[in-house]
């Protein structure tokens, strides 16, 4: 069975740290991947997602992410965290051979500090 | 444009009780609609998902169960609820395509007691 790890479970920064959060996961077929992010009281929402093409995905509020195949991993990264960016990040993997359902992982939370 | 709503947006009920969330979606025909669990620390965990009406898939055995009467809307409901029932479920739909994302409803904060 798929699954995805996600190696910190909470991340706490300065602003203008750079962010980098780890996300891994087990299939070894074609794979759509995706970062959500949940703010505070807020829905959770889709911050970028890969299906093919460029590795380096680029998504809202400044975050990208890279899939390397071969480590089967898409890490989020953002050069410089602001306090809005205090969150829970969740990556999420799909077989993207079929309709398959998302697989999350257990979330990060990142703590900015002003 | 696509809309999602969920209610109620907070619940206290207690053990042994019934339950009934719904989900409907507005500016789409024949979603995926999905039912999840957010527990801290655990992610998302999905529950029941459905291509159409009166279609019902189980992904984890539990004490819930989901129905989709009309093809906009998705109901998770249990006879009796157990302390473990308690956390923060979530609805989705995604337009069923593979290449397609899925959105997420405000959920609902279930508390059993």
């Known amino acids: 069975a798929q699954s995805v790890s996600q190696h910190n479970h909470h991340v706490i920064l300065s602003e203008a740290a750079s962010l980098e959060l780890g996300c891994n996961y087990s299939?070894?077929?074609?794979?759509?991947l995706f970062w959500y992010v949940q703010y505070p009281g807020q829905h959770l929402q889709l911050l970028l997602k890969y299906f093919s093409g460029d590795p380096l995905v680029k998504g809202i509020k400044g975050f990208e992410a890279e899939f390397i195949k071969s480590k089967f991993s898409f890490n989020l990264r953002k050069p410089s965290v602001q306090w809005s960016d205090t969150a829970e990040y969740f990556c999420a993997v799909r077989d993207g051979g079929s309709q398959g359902n998302l697989i999350f992982g257990k979330g990060t939370k990142l703590s900015v500090k002003p | 444009s696509q809309t999602i709503h969920q209610w109620p947006a907070t619940l206290v009920q207690p053990v042994g009780s019934p339950l009934s969330l719904e989900c409907t979606v507005e500016?789409?025909?024949?979603?995926?609609l999905y039912w999840y669990r957010q527990a801290a620390g655990r992610g998302l965990q999905l529950l029941f998902y459905?291509?159409?009406?009166?279609?019902i898939s189980s992904e984890v055995p539990q004490n819930l169960s989901a129905s989709r009467p009309q093809d906009r809307q998705f109901i998770l409901s249990s006879k009796k609820l157990l302390l473990s029932d308690s956390g923060f479920y979530l609805c989705?739909?995604?337009?069923?395509?593979?290449?397609?994302?899925?959105?997420f409803g405000p959920g609902t904060r279930l508390t059993v007691l």
């Open positions: 459905s291509v159409g009406i009166g279609q």
């Open positions: 989705a739909w995604n337009a069923g395509k593979s290449t397609d994302t899925q959105y």
């Open positions: 500016g789409t025909s024949n979603p995926n």
């Open positions: 299939y070894g077929g074609t794979v759509n």
